[in-house]
């Protein structure tokens, strides 16, 4: 286990987040969890909902801060980021993959794929341009400039994928990406994310329920009530990590 | 399905989906609230009029009246009575006359009088009006107009009748008010801008000892037609014989324009209530739609989600249908509560909203129609073809965006429907409703390849500057929402045509109407009239009057000026007498047919007279053809020397040479003097000498031409201000529908919005996302409207000349439309921005699914 | 007589310009009490298939027949009634209560809300989801709607049972009691026909088919279909219920 080593790219140390609840409650969302995250190692979050994953997704994106612990990303300290450098932040250093795809209705793939070049700035053109190649890579070469209501579920999670990639990111956050596709789609889909993030180098934290996930982590982790209960290779080796370390 | 079934299931929607419901019942309330104030607001001007009519007149179906103000000789009365026939017979003084309260407060009445003989005729008045009031030598009020006079009762603590001058024919009279009559005395005539007094306290006043304007007549059963010959041949066509109520059909004459003219609005504003409805009814489809999808899944046959989906659109309409109708009521007693005070000079006016049974009908079955039509998309999916589950397998919102062909059709479309229906104006200048719903639709069909332009351009404009990109992202999200962005657009675009029309038109008119009263006045340098008289239509007694104004120094020459109402043919005729020495006796700017100078000429020559075009028209009457008049001494023939326009006066109006009508009118007296002024008199000082020569006694008020023409103007305004007060009504419920509707698409777009948040925009980036796309929807809308509008202007204006008669001179109001633009746009953008700030700053969760 | 007889069944989807055929001459018998499984690879037809046989769609050639009539022609009589069509994925988008959801399809039998709730009490009972009664669609795991979604299609106590992809988004541990559940159904003489993307969710069925590219393929062998436990059969909660 690589927890407090030097080069991960994600580190959480110990950090809680809680929540007012009913009635003058606390809801304990994460409630003490450590892990780390290296380059190219994708890890697996299980666990029932309600059990904070997605709060953990969120202190991983600079989106809230802890209540206490400590985010790092390649060693800095995300804690006190100012509201430029966190959006700065997340548009240079992350990817986001969620259940429902969120894409722009009516919007071509491509258009799709390059929305967050908009937001940094770039021209439509370059932006476009610097989709393109991402498109290929999840195999979507041919549909660029069909809509999303014109692509299959599956082929809608692959433009959100090529969009979470498109800005090259050290750091992939995927909430259920599965959730919405067919057990066979997701598995395609789960094979992709990984095969590319594992070429780019890229850290992935994949919020799942589906045990499928473990098929392609590197680890497995189970989060219960905001703790992590726990944290193990999966039972079955990740065929690439096989190759990698082989 | 049972109706409790019905119940759970639409209080289940209820409770899930209440902003949805409530803005829907939002939209569907205000085009209901419109409609309905609208329709009662104008028919209550004949209704409350009607209402006065009756009360007075009773179980009266017949009257005798004069042609002119003085008169004729009570002793037609006994004739009258010795008819076969004839029951009962009731004299009547009536006369326009001024009341002025303690603090100056003035209120234009008609001065009713009543004798005993009226008890007879079992009208409301007769009911409650005592012998004792009636002899006590004084003038009884219904409470309006004590109320407007601020009267607050008949009589002060120490027992005092209160005192009110009474300013008649030129004089101004003290008189005690002996009772202040309310609603539950009266009724509708409490209503009533009136003054009742005994007949003989009115003859003396009025001066007019011995002498009757009115003789009403109550029948035997079956003897009506009888008795209508025998008066005719009593009145030897020096009189007028006709029904009781015949005041009332000359005030829906009278009025006609100003209804067809608010009808217009009340079209339009239908046009926009609707299209709110429908609307806010887009954003409750998808969720419909799955819900049907749902439950026909679980067995619900597809005639059963029909009578479902009826049955919530009826409990809505309904219900929103009587919200609206309570807001409606609200509204015609508020804000569209002005009774045009022109009409006043020549009907009994009242000041009380009659809700007729007619208005409530159709803005109440309008309502709920409306609402059951745009509730009606959802049943597109239970077609036979179709899966049972097909909505499943749409993405974003329903319906995409339309074809390019298909927006090229409807553009052609557009066209062709304007073609067709403005048309026939050509032939037909009154049929102008067709051709505003044609102009209308046109406008709602050219929309979808508006709105591509202006999306076109934007993404255009947008890709030149990375700086834009905002733009850009606006421009993408605008065609995944296509149909609700079209219908926002539609929605504006009818609105800002609504306004754009409405407010130009009517500035035209005002326009056209004040160029009238200039050039109409400024023939004397100050007119001496009575004070309300607004037309100069009340005469007197002038006596040595003219003679001690032309003594004065500076003075050049002195005119009487006639004037008064004829009834003609279903009209109340403005009747205009203008000495032959007047400078320009027919104001240039409203001469539609004939030569000005060859028709002055022989207007000053004598037996020649101007006619309102509409009036012409109606009589089959061309240039220089005989019009014959029936005149106080019987009927004369006058041949027409020009056509002019209806000189603001809706019914009609005749310009006539002064001797021509002493001779048939057969008196002198004036209704008002024009003084002209020698070369470099100082007019301020003149007009200070004119009222001491008045003196304190008299009614009588001195005004510049200009004053005279401000007060006309201001008149008018009032007269007008209903259109005004619609536009404005029309475009505060666009701007605040509009941002409710686009304000309830963003906040169902929050997870969308969250998700752009994680992916780095910042709030201020959304701010600008959401911002563009208001404005591109709000903008093609208010271009597209803004152009229907000045065409539909255009159409208007033409309608307003041709078929109404009034002068209304066309000119693109730049201004008026841009304000119009500005504040629909620009209000509903103030509204949207609390949605929108809140909206963009989405917590990141709501992309999530924990 | 078959329960349900699908015969020489084609439907093709408008695709960009093209189109794609979905089910290509597919026939297939149903008999009462029967677990029918359709397996295959994403594409290959099987949820197509599955919403022909419940007649929620209809198919462009071919015929399908339900209790002896023809299905095109009866279906808003049957579908919902006599054949149960369960939406296992759609549901978490419904707003309100999942007893509400359940009970909404016994409205439209005349039964009053009160007693529809009740009887949606129980259902929810006989499929082992009753604390889901008083949660929101969208509070479910995977496993929990697909229970409620079986509940109300249950509601109607249909002769025919299609629900596509049960185990779909359900986790791998919740699995094996879906499909007891499912099995049980069948056993109390409700024909089931479900599909599965993957062959482990094909445990309990009496048949398991493959379709691959629209066509119906052989039945795999009885050896790749893994049996339940033997115990496990019919051990739902509760005692018999009605349907």
Redesign the interface.
């Known amino acids: 286990m690589s927890a407090i080593a030097g080069d991960a790219v994600l580190e959480l140390d110990g950090v809680v987040k809680h929540y007012p609840g009913y009635g003058g409650d606390v809801v304990r969302a994460v409630d003490g969890v450590t892990l780390a995250i290296d380059p190219g190692e994708i890890v697996a979050l299980l666990g029932p909902s309600g059990s904070g994953k997605s709060t953990l997704l969120m202190l991983a994106a600079a989106l809230i801060e802890p209540d206490a612990g400590v985010v790092r990303f390649e060693g800095r300290t995300l804690a006190g980021l100012s509201a430029g450098d966190a959006a700065d932040y997340q548009r240079r250093k992350i990817g986001f993959v969620f259940q429902s795809f969120h894409l722009m209705a009516g919007v071509p793939a491509v258009e799709n794929a390059a929305i967050k070049l908009l937001a940094d700035g770039m021209a439509l053109k370059r932006a476009r341009r610097t989709a393109l190649p991402w498109l290929d890579r999840v195999g979507l070469a041919a549909r660029l400039n069909h809509t999303p209501d014109q692509l299959s579920g599956g082929e809608r999670q692959r433009v959100a994928i090529a969009r979470a990639l498109v800005n090259e990111p050290r750091l992939i956050l995927a909430d259920e990406p599965t959730g919405s596709l067919d057990t066979q789609r997701g598995a395609e889909i789960l094979a992709l994310l990984a095969d590319i993030a594992r070429q780019q180098r890229a850290a992935v934290l994949i919020v799942t329920h589906d045990s499928q996930a473990g098929t392609i982590a590197d680890r497995v982790c189970t989060l219960r009530d905001g703790r992590l209960i726990d944290d193990r290779k999966p039972l079955v080796a990740a065929p690439a990590l096989a190759q990698q370390h082989g | 399905m049972r109706l409790s079934g019905h119940i759970y299931l639409y209080g289940r929607r209820l409770r899930t989906r209440p902003v949805q419901e409530l803005l829907a019942g939002v939209g569907i309330a205000i085009g209901v609230a419109l409609v309905f104030a609208v329709q009662v607001a104008n028919s209550s001007i004949t209704d409350a009029s009607s209402a006065i009519v009756r009360g007075i007149a009773g179980k009266a179906t017949l009257q005798l009246r004069a042609r002119d103000a003085t008169g004729f000789d009570e002793a037609v009365l006994q004739r009258v009575e010795r008819l076969p026939g004839v029951t009962s017979a009731a004299p009547i003084v009536d006369e326009n006359a001024s009341l002025v309260g303690h603090d100056g407060r003035r209120v234009a009445i008609d001065l009713a009088s009543a004798a005993p003989s009226l008890l007879a005729l079992d009208g409301s008045i007769t009911h409650t009006i005592s012998l004792r009031d009636l002899s006590r030598g004084g003038v009884i009020l219904p409470s309006a107009t004590a109320h407007a006079l601020g009267l607050q009762s008949a009589s002060s603590p120490d027992g005092a009748l209160p005192h009110v001058q009474l300013d008649v024919r030129g004089r101004a009279t003290s008189v005690a008010v002996v009772a202040v009559l309310g609603p539950e005395a009266i009724g509708a005539l409490s209503g009533a801008m009136a003054a009742i007094a005994p007949l003989d306290f009115v003859q003396r006043i009025d001066g007019l000892s011995g002498r009757v304007t009115r003789i009403l007549v109550t029948t035997a059963p079956g003897k009506g037609a009888t008795v209508r010959r025998e008066l005719t041949a009593l009145a030897a066509g020096r009189l007028t014989v006709a029904g009781a109520d015949q005041d009332v059909a000359l005030l829906e004459q009278a009025v006609a324009p100003n209804t067809e003219a608010t009808g217009f609005f009340v079209l339009v504003s239908a046009i926009v209530g609707l299209l709110l409805a429908f609307n806010a009814m887009l954003l409750t489809v998808p969720e419909r739609r799955r819900t049907m999808a749902d439950l026909r899944m679980q067995g619900v046959r597809p005639l059963q989600l029909a009578k479902m989906l009826l049955f919530q659109a009826v409990c809505l309409g309904v219900v929103a249908s009587l919200l609206g109708l309570a807001a409606g009521d609200f509204l015609s007693r508020t804000i569209f509560h002005a009774t045009p005070t022109y009409l006043s000079a020549a009907f009994p006016l009242g000041t009380q909203t009659v809700i007729g049974l007619k208005p409530l009908v159709l803005s109440f079955a309008g309502g709920v129609l409306a609402t059951c039509l745009a509730a009606a998309p959802p049943l597109l999916d239970l077609r036979r073809n179709r899966a049972v589950d097909a909505v499943y397998f749409e993405d974003g919102e329903p319906g995409q965006a339309l074809g390019r062909s298909a927006r090229l059709r409807l553009l052609i479309a557009a066209c062709v429907l304007i073609l067709v229906t403005s048309g026939p104006l050509l032939v037909w200048p009154s049929a102008i409703v067709p051709a505003t719903i044609g102009v209308a639709v046109a406008t709602l069909l050219a929309i979808p390849f508006a709105f591509q332009l202006v999306v076109r351009v934007a993404a255009h404009a947008a890709a030149s500057s990375a700086r834009l990109n905002m733009l850009t992202v606006a421009v993408r999200a605008l065609r995944g929402t296509t149909v609700r962005s079209l219908a926002l657009a539609a929605t504006g675009a009818i609105a800002v045509f609504g306004c754009v029309v409405a407010e130009d038109s009517h500035n035209d008119l005002l326009h056209g109407l004040y160029r009238d009263y200039s050039q109409y006045v400024s023939t004397a340098d100050l007119w001496v009239v009575g004070a309300d008289d607004d037309l100069a239509t009340n005469s007197f007694q002038a006596g040595r009057l003219p003679a001690r104004i032309s003594a004065l120094p500076g003075v050049g020459a002195v005119r009487s000026y006639q004037g008064g109402f004829l009834d003609f043919d279903g009209r109340r005729v403005w009747i205009i007498a203008r000495a032959a020495s007047t400078p320009a006796p027919i104001p240039a700017s409203q001469l539609v047919q004939g030569a000005l100078t060859t028709a002055t000429a022989r207007l000053r020559a004598g037996g020649w007279i101007t006619v309102s075009q509409q009036l012409a028209e109606a009589e089959h009457l061309h240039v220089g053809e005989r019009l014959t008049l029936p005149t106080p001494s019987g009927p004369h023939a006058y041949r027409m020397a020009a056509t002019t326009t209806n000189l603001g006066w809706s019914a009609g109006a005749i310009i006539i040479n002064d001797y021509d009508y002493r001779s048939a009118w057969q008196t002198a007296d004036p209704s008002a003097l024009e003084v002209s002024a020698r070369p470099g008199a100082n007019i301020p000082t003149l007009e200070r000498a004119i009222v001491a020569v008045l003196g304190p006694g008299s009614a009588l008020a001195v005004q510049t031409s200009g004053a005279r023409a401000a007060q006309a103007d201001v008149l008018a305004r009032e007269g007008l201000s209903r259109m005004s007060q619609i536009t404005r009504l029309l475009m505060i419920a666009a701007a605040l529908a509009l941002a409710a509707a686009i304000g309830a698409g963003i906040w169902q777009r929050r997870s969308a919005l969250a998700a752009l948040r994680i992916h780095s925009f910042t709030p201020w980036q959304l701010r600008a996302v959401l911002t563009f796309e208001s404005v591109l929807v709000l903008g093609t809308g208010a271009l597209v409207g803004a152009l229907a509008g000045v065409y539909g202007h255009l159409l208007c204006d033409r309608y307003l000349r041709l078929t109404t008669g009034f002068p209304a001179p066309f000119a693109v109001g730049g201004f008026h439309t841009v304000q119009t633009i500005l504040l629909i746009v620009g209000g509903a953008l103030i509204v949207l921005a609390i949605p929108a700030y809140v909206a963009s700053q989405a917590p990141p969760q709501l992309a999530l699914q924990d | 007589m078959s329960l349900l007889s699908i015969a020489n069944v084609t439907k093709r989807y408008p695709r960009?310009r093209f189109e794609r055929v979905a089910v290509r001459d597919v026939s297939l018998d149903i008999e009462p009490g029967e677990l029918v499984a359709v397996w295959g690879?994403?594409f290959s037809g099987r949820s197509t298939l599955l919403?022909i046989a419940a007649?929620?769609?209809?198919p462009e050639e071919g015929t399908v027949s339900f209790e002896g009539h023809d299905l095109a022609r009866c279906r808003?009589?049957v579908?919902?009634?006599r054949i149960g069509?369960c939406?296992t994925?759609?549901?978490s988008?419904?707003?309100?209560l999942v007893i509400?959801?359940v009970a909404?399809?016994?409205?439209?039998?005349?039964?009053?809300?009160k007693q529809?709730r009740r009887r949606g009490q129980e259902l929810l009972l006989s499929v082992d989801a009753e604390d889901c009664a008083q949660l929101r669609c969208h509070?479910l795991?995977?496993a929990e709607l697909a229970r409620v979604a079986v509940a109300?299609?249950l509601?109607?106590e249909p002769a025919l049972l299609v629900i596509d992809?049960p185990?779909?988004?359900v986790?791998?541990l919740q699995r094996e009691p879906l499909l007891k559940l499912l099995r049980a159904i069948a056993s109390e003489d409700t024909a089931v026909l479900m599909s599965a993307?993957?062959a482990q969710?094909l445990s309990g069925a009496d048949r398991a088919l493959t379709i691959y590219n629209g066509e119906l393929q052989a039945e795999l062998p009885p050896a790749q279909v893994v049996p339940l436990r033997r115990t496990d059969v019919g051990a739902r909660s509760g005692e018999r219920h009605r349907w």
Do not use: C, K, M, N
């Not at chain 3, 988008?93 to 309100?96: A, D, L, T």
């Open positions: 960009g690879v994403r919403r007649g929620v769609e209809s808003d009589s579908l919902g009634r069509y939406q994925g759609f549901s988008s419904q707003r309100g509400e959801h909404a399809g016994l409205l439209a039998q005349r039964v009053s809300p529809a509070e795991d995977g109300s299609a509601a109607t992809e185990t779909s988004g986790d791998v993307g993957d969710s």
